[in-house]
T-cell receptor, first 112, second 108 residues
Framework: NAGVTQTPKFQVLKTGQSMTLQCAQD?????MYWYRQDPGMGLRLIYY???????DKGEVPNGYNVSRLNKREFSLRLESAAPSQTSVYFC???????????FGQGTRLTVV | QQPVQSPQAVILREGEDAVINCSSS?????VHWYRQKHGEAPVFLMI???GGEQKGHDKISASFNEKKQQSSLYLTASQLSYSGTYFC?????????WGAGTKLIIKP
């Protein structure tokens, strides 16, 4: 029972490089989310997708883009990485809106 | 606007009780509670809906006072497994706005 799967688990990027974080869920959930978590802080919403075919900005969207490829997959792209984007990134999904959310194991990203 | 959690951290001996508070300056429709262990993803504990409800989950329970715009999480007879950071989340436009967390350390 996979739940929410994120790849990669760890990544080091140089400033200016680009990369895509992948997320897939197998629970047939409608809503998917990308969060970042900085040391000692709570989760901040980057982008979310309330349903297949829709995406919306969250609290901290600058420097990121997302694609809801299908109902299962929601990817996060950093076009030109900056040191300020060093963080742990979590993908999550829920049946609808603000219901119980299931999280992936996170991606620890370091930008040097 | 981010909900405010208190205390920021608490250290307990195994078997002691703890209360974690979450308050908001905005009207609340629901409050969500999650626990995150170090290096892991947050895990859902419970959702409380407006109407002043209380919920229980083993020895972890919570209350929600919508008039006071606050929720409290109660951990009774704490166990070592309760250690972690507890987050509350409040609903806004179908999104969750998360508090900064309360770190709970349980010592044997």
């Amino acid at each position: 029972n996979a739940g929410v799967t994120q790849t990669p688990k760890f990544q080091v990027l140089k400033t200016g490089q680009s990369m895509t974080l992948q997320c897939a869920q197998d629970m047939n959930h409608n809503s998917m989310y990308w969060y970042r978590q900085d040391p000692g802080m709570g989760l901040r919403l980057i982008y979310y997708s309330a349903s297949e075919g829709t995406t919306d900005k969250g609290e901290v969207p600058n420097g990121y883009n997302v694609s809801r490829l299908n109902k299962r997959e929601f990817s996060l792209r950093l076009e030109s990485a900056a040191p300020s984007q060093t963080s742990v990134y979590f993908c999550a999904s829920s049946e609808q809106g603000a219901e119980e959310a299931f999280f992936g194991q996170g991606t620890r990203l370091t930008v040097v | 606007q981010q909900p405010v959690q208190s205390p920021q951290a608490v250290i307990l001996r195994e078997g002691e009780d703890a209360v974690i508070n979450c308050s908001s300056s905005k009207a609340l429709y629901s409050v969500h509670w999650y626990r995150q262990k170090h290096g892991e993803a947050p895990v859902f504990l419970m959702i409380l809906l407006k109407g002043g409800e209380q919920k229980g989950h083993d020895k972890i329970s919570a209350s929600f006072n919508e008039k006071k715009q606050q929720s409290s999480l109660y951990l009774t007879a704490s166990q070592l497994s309760y250690s972690g950071t507890y987050f509350c989340g409040t609903e806004s436009n179908y999104q969750l706005i998360w508090g900064a967390g309360t770190k709970l350390i349980i010592k044997p």
